[in-house]
């Protein structure tokens, strides 16, 4: 049973544009949300997160908001830049011991 | 970065035998975790521990087992290696509260 889903693996857009990228998860008693970022042969790197309590948090061209009604999170970035190009990963915490995490959503940005 | 060392970063085993994959850190977090990444899965909890001698299964658990005898180690041991276990597995630590999880550099397993 997926909690935590990523449905479109793949993602193209063009330098300068926006990204959006989407997660959705099943699991009403999460409440905390994080996204991580990965290149190859490295581990994932944190980018941003956000708590239950709040619907949006930006850390520079990186936002993301929260849907609670929904169960559904994004991310965006903008602009868009080919060093984003890498595998993202949303993640979910209910408590404070453990994460899950989506299947990924690999993201290709075009110069 | 955070002070957090997999090792070895590549091995490749037998079927059947018995492989320890280590995680060490040097950032003194409470929290350590093991993951395995694999196409189409994500990143999957096989173990994590919450203190010294403190752990709990994730949602792959099974064929593996841990040992956290020190803060600084969380050993990730598979019993007897197996074809589906080939994969690449991520070490993270991760302080307490809301706060994000540090991941090492990940040791790439083939079992053949």
């Known amino acids: 049973d997926q909690q935590v889903k990523q449905n479109s693996p793949s993602l193209s857009v063009q330098e300068g544009r926006i990204s959006i990228l989407n997660c959705d998860y099943t699991n009403s008693m999460f409440d905390y949300f994080l996204w991580y970022k990965k290149y190859p042969a490295e581990g994932p790197t944190f980018l941003i997160s956000?708590?239950?309590?709040?619907d949006k948090n930006e850390d520079g061209r990186f936002t993301v908001f929260l849907n609670k009604s929904a169960k559904h999170l994004s991310l965006h970035i903008v602009p868009s830049q080919p060093g984003d190009s890498a595998v993202y990963f949303c993640a979910a915490s209910v408590g404070t011991y453990k994460y899950i995490f989506g299947t990924g959503t690999r993201l290709k940005v075009l110069a | 970065d955070a002070g957090i060392t997999q090792s070895p970063r590549h091995k490749v085993t037998e079927t059947g035998t018995p492989v320890t994959l280590r995680c060490h850190q040097t950032?003194?977090?409470?929290?350590m975790y093991w993951y395995r990444q694999d196409p189409g899965h994500g990143l999957r909890l096989i173990h994590y521990s919450y203190g010294v001698k403190d752990t709990d299964k994730g949602e792959v658990s099974d064929g593996y087992s841990v040992s956290r005898s020190k803060t600084e180690d969380f050993l990730l041991t598979l019993e007897s290696a197996t074809s589906s276990q080939t994969s690449v597995y991520f070490c993270?630590?991760?302080?307490?509260?809301?706060?994000?999880?540090?991941f090492g550099q990940g040791t790439r397993l083939t079992v053949v």
């Open positions: 956000i708590s239950s309590i709040k």
């Open positions: 950032e003194n977090h409470r929290y």
């Open positions: 993270a630590i991760r302080q307490g509260g809301n706060t994000e999880a540090f």
